[in-house]
């Protein structure tokens, strides 16, 4: 360690868990090597600190002063924790630990250099690492003992959860609330698994939400196998940089939108969803997306059902691989490889809107055109299956489907065609049971023979 002009200056090299506390007069520089599922935590009274890359050290990517002011840059996927927003005030330094972590577009084993100083002499800064935990949440009669919690508003209040873990939520009869989510938190609950679709899951009980908010702090969320339901669901997008992949999105009674993106977010992905708005009333859209400077929307191999707009967007969306039963009114997007026609309602689809580049879509009608590989006033009953579980009938038949091979390079058009197809079930990307055997009872001779049948999944 080298002491100059009063300021020492010590370099720790870091790639494990470890707990560095450090008495320190105006300045102490770590350099500490991060994967996207750990966390640096940094406490004191006083500090300040700023963030670079190891490569660029005078490219300050995120720093926080004494004034509780901070900021981080998305882009380099270094991001604060909910109590540490993107930009604006964080709370008074030493009272709490303050994360910042990377997220899941960060360099493997990046490494950062921590710059910390201080306007007092002697102040005790902690530098450590902190593996992200899984979490398990279930509220079945008598299994509760076992689990971390039973709602998932309380996962989020928790200040035991922090920004990158896991969050594990098993199926049952109940519902397990509503969620304004504040963290960067990953949730998976067990999929769907309907009548109809064989091996999915021994539990056929599903992880219940009514609605989802996900608030300033949650970006860098995923959400994914979860039934949200009820009269009215809503889920609103009030932060950038989130997943909702492979749920149950269904709405039976009252009025209004399903899912709505507001303003100015980005980086959005809804994909490999079971979405169906039956609501008659107007504005009853399933996705709508604010007006207002949204970009990086992508909406992907997903069931989209509704009264009245599907999808209704003036910002530039991507939509891709869908299967659409509903009009389509966007402007300035990109539209390919969809399916567009009357599936579960009485009237006539539309393709609404301006300025939309739209290749390889098929339709009962001439929304589309025939120019650009569009496919126009098809029978739909020529296109799919038509029988099977709730999902499973929008599969493209197998003998003389207008829609395979017809999509963009010769992929399949709709929700199970493209590179990242509809999954039966929204069944998660984790090994799952799908069949248990057990006899009621044992012996003490001869123990409890019990069949598990597991697999991987996609």
């Known amino acids: 360690m080298n002491t100059s002009s009063n300021h020492q200056i010590g370099i ?21 090597t991060l994967t996207a599922d750990k966390s640096l935590i940094l406490k004191g009274d006083s500090i300040s600190f700023s963030v670079a890359d190891e490569d660029s050290p005078t490219a300050v990517i995120g720093t926080w ?13 270094l991001r604060w924790n909910a109590d540490f927003p993107n930009t604006g ?19 493997e084993n990046a490494t950062y250099v921590i710059t910390v100083t201080s306007d007092q002499n002697d102040t005790s800064i902690t530098v450590r690492i902190r593996d992200n935990k899984i979490w398990q949440v279930d509220n079945n009669p008598g299994s509760s003992s076992a689990a971390d919690f039973t709602t998932l508003a309380a996962v989020n209040s ?60 949650s970006a860098g969320s995923t959400f994914t196998g979860f039934h949200i339901n009820f009269s009215s669901p809503t889920i609103d997008f009030l932060d950038s940089n989130i997943t909702l992949r492979r749920n149950l999105i269904s709405s039976t009674q009252g009025g209004g939108r399903v899912i709505t993106i507001h303003n100015s977010k980005s980086n959005i992905i809804i ?88 290749t390889h879509n098929l339709s009962e009608t001439s929304q589309f055109g025939t120019a650009n590989g569009n496919l126009e006033n098809i029978v739909m009953t020529t296109v799919f299956i038509g029988t099977g579980s709730l999902d499973g009938q929008w599969q493209l038949a197998e003998s003389g489907s207008p829609a395979k091979g017809a999509g963009f390079d010769g992929q399949d058009m709709g929700m199970f065609g493209g590179p990242s197809p509809y999954v039966l079930s929204g069944i998660p990307a984790i090994p799952s049971i799908y069949s248990f055997i057990a006899p009621a009872i044992g012996t003490a001779a001869g123990g409890l023979d019990v069949t598990l049948k597991t697999k991987s999944n996609n």
């Open 12 to 32: 720790v090299r870091c790639f494990s868990l470890f707990l560095l506390s450090i008495l320190f007069t105006n300045s102490t520089i770590a350099e500490i």
């Open 65 to 77: 002063d004494v004034n509780g002011n901070s900021t981080a840059d998305p882009a380099t996927g």
């Open 89 to 107: 005030t964080a709370p008074a330094s030493g009272s709490t630990e303050n994360i910042l972590y990377t997220n899941d577009t960060a360099a």
């Open 158 to 217: 928790s200040t035991s959860v922090v920004n990158g873990d896991t969050v594990y939520v098993r199926g049952s009869g109940a519902s397990y609330g509503t969620l304004d989510l504040t963290k960067r938190l990953h949730f998976i609950g067990p999929g769907f698994p309907i009548h109809g679709n064989i091996d999915t899951q021994a539990n056929r009980e599903t992880a219940k939400t009514s609605s989802i908010d996900f608030e300033i702090g």
């Open 271 to 358: 994909a490999q969803n079971y979405i169906e708005n039956t609501n008659s009333s107007s504005s009853s859209d399933a996705i709508y997306v604010e007006e207002s400077g949204s970009s990086g929307i992508l909406i992907s191999n997903n069931f989209i059902s509704a009264v009245d707009d599907a999808i209704s967007s003036v910002a530039g969306i991507t939509i891709s691989n869908n299967v659409v039963d509903g009009d389509i009114n966007v402007s300035n997007s990109t539209i390919t490889n969809n399916i567009v026609g009357n599936l579960l309602r009485s009237t006539t689809t539309e393709l609404q809107g301006a300025d939309n580049s739209s």
